[in-house]
């Protein structure tokens, strides 16, 4: 899972991390989602088109940074 947010950022690299944990948990290890912040894979602002282009499977953000996508990206952060 690539992040829009730095490794530690309080509260929403914390939930990054804590939905990564809660679903390699929920799945007895048939899933392990490894989380990486902002800066380690790719850029903040890069992980929608990463996930868009397959070489990343999910991303955790803000999804009105995206409005450029589609403006109701707006709508689901």
């Known amino acids: 899972m690539v992040t ?3 490794r530690g950022l309080a509260g929403v690299f914390d939930a990054a ?3 990564a944990d809660n679903i390699n948990g929920m799945s007895d290890g048939s899933i392990t989602i490894e989380v990486k ?3 380690e894979l790719v850029g903040a602002f890069e ?3 990463v996930v868009t282009a397959g070489q990343a499977d999910l991303y955790h ?4 940074y995206f409005v450029g996508q589609h403006p109701a990206y707006a709508f689901f952060t």
């Open 4 to 6: 829009t947010w730095g």
């Open 61 to 64: 953000g803000a999804d009105y």
């Open 37 to 39: 912040g902002a800066g």
């Open 17 to 19: 991390q804590s939905a």
């Open 47 to 49: 992980v929608f088109d």
